[in-house]
């Protein structure tokens, strides 16, 4: 049992590119989530999806896209990264919500570090 | 939505208990308090939650103050695997799938 993977662990980019961060999670889990976390900053959350087929807005979309491939995936992608863009990225997961919202908890993946030159 | 106000960084020695405090004044009656972690810049880690009784679970304590306006994190024996940032989360209100990230507080647990 995994848990929450990410790949890749370590990427440089050039102001412009583009390229994709995987995530997938093998916990059966309904919602996923992609937080960004710059220096010295707490996570925040830039999309998420709360079942497979959708995808909602978080705080800090803009310049990103996703992709909820499957229940087990979901995917970032950087269509022209800017260096603005320069962080870790977490990709999480929790179970379903149920009656007892306090039993969701997010489980998250090791990160990528991204930097854009 | 309720926001959280913790001090930057503690000290604490090894062995002895660690009291994490937290301040969440304008927190409404169905939300509740998550503590997460981060240990050197790792994915962050849940530790314990609550709603207005205290809880304890392997990991921690958790202590929240009659009028749910504040709470503190135990950690009560703390060891050098404990040092790390954490984080003090109220979950957003009509929202299950939101956790809103403050700065923390940075936990240094010495020898």
């Known amino acids: 049992n995994a848990g929450v993977t990410q790949t890749p662990k370590f990427q440089v980019l050039k102001t412009g590119q583009s390229m994709t961060l995987q995530c997938a999670q093998d916990?059966?889990?309904?919602?996923m989530y992609w937080y960004r976390q710059d220096p010295g900053m707490g996570l925040r959350l830039i999309y998420y999806?709360?079942?497979?087929?959708?995808?909602d807005k978080g705080e800090v979309p803009n310049g990103y896209n996703v992709s909820r491939l499957n229940k087990r995936e979901f995917s970032l992608r950087l269509e022209s990264a800017a260096p603005s863009q320069t962080s870790v990225y977490f990709c999480a997961s929790k179970s379903a919500d149920s009656p007892r919202p306090s039993t969701d908890t997010q489980y998250f993946g090791p990160g990528t570090r991204l930097t854009v030159l | 939505d309720a926001k959280t106000t913790q001090p930057p960084s503690m000290d604490c020695a090894e062995g002895r208990a660690a009291n994490l405090p937290c301040n969440h004044s304008?927190?409404?009656?169905?939300?509740?308090v998550y503590w997460y972690r981060q240990i050197h810049s790792q994915g962050p880690q849940y530790i314990i939650h609550?709603?207005?009784n205290n809880e304890t679970n392997e990991m921690a304590s958790l202590i929240i103050t009659e009028d749910r306006k504040s709470s503190t994190l135990i950690l009560p024996h703390a060891t050098l695997r404990d040092t790390a940032v954490y984080y003090c989360?109220?979950?957003?209100?009509?929202?299950?799938?939101?956790?809103?990230f403050g700065t923390g507080t940075r936990l240094q647990v010495f020898p």
């Open positions: 609550g709603l207005k």
């Open positions: 989360i109220v979950r957003v209100r009509y929202n299950t799938d939101k956790l809103i």
């Open positions: 999806s709360a079942s497979e087929g959708t995808t």
């Open positions: 304008t927190i409404s009656g169905n939300e509740y």
């Open positions: 916990m059966n889990h309904n919602s």
